[in-house]
C-alpha cells in the first residue's frame, strides 16, 4: 500500500534525519517535507548525520509549498496530534485505527501519515481535513515524543499492521478519490453553500469541518466527487440567477 | 512490573539524552548506564537537550562498572540484538514474546532490556545469559535503527503489553440518525436537487440510490441531518427566488 510520511514545517534538520532512517527500517521511503525551516535541509550535514545511510529516502524526498502539493494521491489521510480537536477527525491510537482499516472491506490507495512541527504541532485547520488524529499513547503528564521517535513508533506500528515485510498489498474495490479531490470538491461545495445563503463566510460555524468530516466518512470514489461537484455547480448557477 | 532499561558501552550522550525521553514518554524511569564512554554523560550537553525534560530520568539514572551491577533485581533478561547467536537465546519478535511472557501463569518479577553499543552492538557473552534475543522487525537490507529509536520501541510495545495507557480519552459516541430521518433527509434533498435544476425527474439516472449509498457510508448523525437538510431547504429557496 502507498504509505508517505509529511513533515509540515520542520525546525530541526536532524529530526528530518532521523525521520528519513525511522522510515527506511521500517521499508517506507516516501517523504515529503512542506515548508521546512531550512531550504536546504535535504542536504545538511545534521540532516545526512542522522540519517546514518538512509541517504536513498533524503534523496527521493520532495519539499514543497503546501499540503496539499504534498498530499498529492493519498487517500486516507492521518494526522498526528496529541490533543484532540473539538469538530476534528476521531482521535484513535495507531494500533486500534490500523486493523480497522486494514480490516475493513475497502482499504485506501495511499495512506500519509502528517506530523506538525517541533514546537507547535499541527494546524487546526490541517487536523480537521484528516480522516483519523492518531494518538500514541504516553505516560500521564510526559507525552513529549521525538519528531523521529514519533514516525519510529507509526511506522512500526503500520509496518506491523502491514503484516511484516513481504505481505501482499490488500486491493483497494472501491477507488477511493485522493486528498486533494476531495478538497477541491470541498472547496466548490463551500462557495455553493454560500451562494445559496446557508454559509455565513462572515460566522462559518465550524460547517466545512463537519462536512469534511462527514465525506471523509463516506471516502467517496472519483465519480462521486464528479457527481457532488455537479451539484455545487448547478448550486451556484441557480443562486446566479436567483441574484438577477 | 519492575522494568529497567541497561545501556552497554553506550558512546553517544545525544543517545543517552533521547533515550531517558524514550522511557519516560512510555512511563518508564529505570535506567543503568553500564561502562559508558562519558563519565559525566548524565550531566553532557547533549545529553540534556535530547532528553528534552526527562530530566527526573537521568537524575535518577546510575552508571556502573558491570553488566552484574546492572542487573541486580531483574529477574528476566532481553537482550536487543539484530544478529542471532548461535547457543544464544532464541530470537522473537517483541510483541510475539511480551505477549507470551505476560500470558503465562508466572511473569517476571523485574525486567531488563539490555542495549548494546551503537557501533558494535551486544558482546556474545551478554546476549548468552539473557532470556531471550529480541529482534525489532526490519527491512530487509536496513537494520540501522538508532539507539533511542530501538528503546522507543521496545518501551511502547512493552508498554502496550502492560496494557498501555489507554486509549486517548473516549470521545463520545456519535449517535448515528436513524433510517427514517436519512430518508427524510435524501428525499428534502432530491426536491433541491430537482429545484436547482441537477437532477432531472424524467431521466434521474441513479442519482438519488448512489447519493443514498454514498451518505450510508458516511452514517450521518442527527444534527449531520439537520445540517444536510439546512443545505436542501437552502437550495430550494434559492430556486424560488430564481423564479420570481
Known amino acids: 500500500m502507498r504509505t508517505r510520511f509529511v513533515l509540515i514545517q520542520t525546525s530541526h534538520a536532524g529530526n528530518v534525519g532521523g525521520v528519513a532512517r525511522a522510515m ?7 517523504l515529503v517535507l512542506v515548508q521546512p525551516r531550512w531550504a536546504n535541509v535535504l542536504r545538511r550535514e545534521e540532516t545526512i548525520q542522522r540519517a546514518s545511510g538512509a541517504n536513498d529516502v533524503l534523496a527521493r524526498a520532495r519539499i514543497v509549498d503546501t499540503l496539499d502539493e504534498a498530499l498529492e494521491g493519498m487517500s486516507h489521510l492521518c494526522a498526528t496530534a496529541m490533543t484532540p480537536r ?22 485506501p490507495g495511499g495512506v500519509a ?10 494546524r487546526n485547520e490541517d487536523v480537521y481535513r484528516c480522516h483519523v488524529a492518531l494518538s500514541i499513547p504516553t505516560a500521564p503528564g510526559f507525552g513529549s515524543l521525538n519528531l523521529a521517535a514519533a514516525v519510529q513508533l507509526i511506522a512500526y506500528d503500520w509496518r506491523q499492521a502491514l ?6 498489498a490488500p486491493q483497494a474495490e472501491r477507488p477511493q478519490a485522493d486528498a486533494k479531490a476531495l478538497s477541491g470538491m470541498l472547496e466548490h461545495l463551500e462557495q455553493a453553500l454560500v451562494a445559496v445563503d446557508f454559509l455565513d463566510p462572515e460566522a462559518p460555524k465550524k460547517l466545512m469541518p463537519r ?4 465525506f471523509n466518512r463516506a471516502a467517496p470514489s ?9 451539484v455545487a455547480k448547478a448550486m451556484l ?8
Chains 1, 2 share one sequence.
Open 163 to 168: 503484516g511484516g515485510f513481504g505481505a501482499p
Open 211 to 214: 462536512l469534511n468530516q462527514l
Open 86 to 107: 473539538d469538530f476534528g477527525p476521531p482521535t484513535r491510537s495507531p494500533r486500534e485505527h490500523f486493523s480497522e482499516v486494514l480490516g475493513a472491506g475497502n482499504p
Open 237 to 244: 448557477q441557480t443562486a446566479d440567477r436567483a441574484k438577477r
Open 222 to 230: 472519483d465519480e462521486e466527487i464528479h457527481i457532488l461537484r455537479g
Open 113 to 122: 501519515f502528517l506530523f506538525g512541527s517541533e514546537r507547535f504541532g499541527m
Open 24 to 30: 527506511k527500517v521500517m521499508g517506507f521511503d516516501d
